[in-house]
């Protein structure tokens, strides 16, 4: 069985940072592309940032230059730093992977940003 667990959300002020972790288990971590989501109110789910198993990273554009998606093997954790953050930024916050035809998902933390 897959799990992903999510951890960090909270509250912060604008011009502040929080640092989120998925706690995975069930998967090879170390194959398997990761991301991380978000989603607004009445919003959909959008792709905020991605990492492949060789360490690759892309992000959206509204996030280029503030966040960091980064990942431990060995801890099968993966990680995404936000500086700089915005009330825009507020959202429920999701990791995601993609194994064996089946698309999995975390519960979600959710990030309250403060003007």
């Known amino acids: 069985q897959v799990y992903l667990r999510e951890s960090g959300g909270g509250s912060a002020q604008a011009g502040g940072s929080l640092r989120l972790s998925c706690a995975a288990s069930g998967i090879f971590f170390g194959i398997n592309d990761m991301d991380w989501y978000r989603q607004a109110p009445e919003n959909e789910r959008e792709l905020v940032a991605s990492?492949?198993?060789?360490?690759?990273?892309n992000y959206s554009n509204s996030v280029k230059g503030r966040f960091t998606i980064s990942r431990d093997n060995a801890r099968r954790t993966l990680y995404l730093q936000m500086n700089s953050l915005k009330p825009e930024d507020t959202a429920v916050y999701y990791c995601?992977?993609?194994?064996?035809?089946?698309?999995?998902w975390g519960k979600g933390t959710p990030v309250t940003v403060s003007s």
């Open positions: 995601h992977t993609y194994w064996r035809n089946t698309d999995y």
């Open positions: 990492i492949t198993s060789g360490g690759s990273t």
